[in-house]
């Protein structure tokens, strides 16, 4: 059920979701009493829109604009995933370090994976044809790598310190780390299923969101002011 033309933004500090339509854009009809919203993901196949707010995920139905459903967690969400060719929700949950595994057709939470003794779970990709998870944590700066078929954590790889945005290259096998200590680091999967750290690409202090455009082989960093530097976006050719 393909949605196009239709824009939903959250605003986090108003405690809201925004729905825009048309062109140009206008604002069309809102949803509030949502404190704390924050990531957003389509699934197109259901024709939902999944937000993160400070309880949990709602489900929007993204024809209507209406809430379809409303999945409590044990703490506020980061980021998450959803399964294409499934039903479940991978949702990072720092303040109870773990994990937490929901599904989508039940609206319930139905597993929870735990850090082993790491905190600050924040970004999150996943790799869905090799069943692989990887979950970037701050404390201590490293990344995670969970078998999506059983919860078991297959690796760990030591990466730079204040991740906030993670990225899977299908095409190459390789993670992208921004980190907002100043560089992305690069992570490659080797075709026995060992990481390598590839490279570290310079950005800027303070540089952490990002977003990589598979279609055009790009991987593009917000870098605020800092040091009498503009703020920019600089965009980093793939190869």
Same mark, same amino acid.
């Given at each position: 059920m393909p949605i196009t033309g239709r824009l939903f933004v959250a605003d986090g500090r108003a405690g809201r979701v925004d729905m825009f339509s048309g062109t140009p854009l206008v604002g069309t009809a809102y949803l509030d009493g949502l404190p704390g919203t924050d990531n957003v @993901?389509?699934?197109a196949e259901r024709g939902a829109i999944y937000v993160g707010y400070e309880r949990g995920l709602i489900e929007i139905d993204a024809a209507t604009g209406s809430i379809a459903g409303d999945i409590r967690l044990t703490g506020r969400p980061q980021a998450f995933q959803l399964e294409r060719h499934g039903s479940r929700i991978f949702v990072n949950v720092p303040a109870a370090r773990h994990i937490a595994v929901l599904d989508r057709e039940t609206q319930t939470q139905i597993g929870t994976w735990e850090l082993a003794g790491? @905190? /600050?779970?924040?970004?999150? +990709?996943?790799d869905e044809t090799n069943h692989r998870l990887f979950v970037a944590t701050r404390r201590p700066p490293a990344i995670l790598v969970y078998d999506t078929r059983n919860g078991a954590r297959l %690796?760990?790889?030591q990466t730079g310190a204040d +991740? /906030? /945005?993670l990225f899977y /290259? &299908? &095409? @190459?096998r390789r993670i992208y780390?921004?980190?907002g200590e100043g560089f992305v680091d690069v992570i490659q999967l080797t075709s026995d299923f060992h990481y390598e750290h590839l490279t570290r690409v310079s950005t800027a202090p303070g540089a952490r969101t990002g977003l990589y455009v598979a279609s055009r082989a790009a991987l593009y960093v917000a870098a605020p002011a800092h040091s009498g530097a503009t +703020? %920019?976006?600089r965009v980093y050719a793939v190869r």
């Amino acid at each position: 059920m393909p949605i196009t033309g239709r824009l939903f933004v959250a605003d986090g500090r108003a405690g809201r979701v925004d729905m825009f339509s048309g062109t140009p854009l206008v604002g069309t009809a809102y949803l509030d009493g949502l404190p704390g919203t924050d990531n957003v @993901r389509h699934d197109a196949e259901r024709g939902a829109i999944y937000v993160g707010y400070e309880r949990g995920l709602i489900e929007i139905d993204a024809a209507t604009g209406s809430i379809a459903g409303d999945i409590r967690l044990t703490g506020r969400p980061q980021a998450f995933q959803l399964e294409r060719h499934g039903s479940r929700i991978f949702v990072n949950v720092p303040a109870a370090r773990h994990i937490a595994v929901l599904d989508r057709e039940t609206q319930t939470q139905i597993g929870t994976w735990e850090l082993a003794g790491m @905190r /600050d779970n924040f970004p999150m +990709a996943l790799d869905e044809t090799n069943h692989r998870l990887f979950v970037a944590t701050r404390r201590p700066p490293a990344i995670l790598v969970y078998d999506t078929r059983n919860g078991a954590r297959l %690796a760990t790889v030591q990466t730079g310190a204040d +991740a /906030d /945005d993670l990225f899977y /290259d &299908e &095409e @190459r096998r390789r993670i992208y780390v921004v980190c907002g200590e100043g560089f992305v680091d690069v992570i490659q999967l080797t075709s026995d299923f060992h990481y390598e750290h590839l490279t570290r690409v310079s950005t800027a202090p303070g540089a952490r969101t990002g977003l990589y455009v598979a279609s055009r082989a790009a991987l593009y960093v917000a870098a605020p002011a800092h040091s009498g530097a503009t +703020a %920019a976006i600089r965009v980093y050719a793939v190869r």
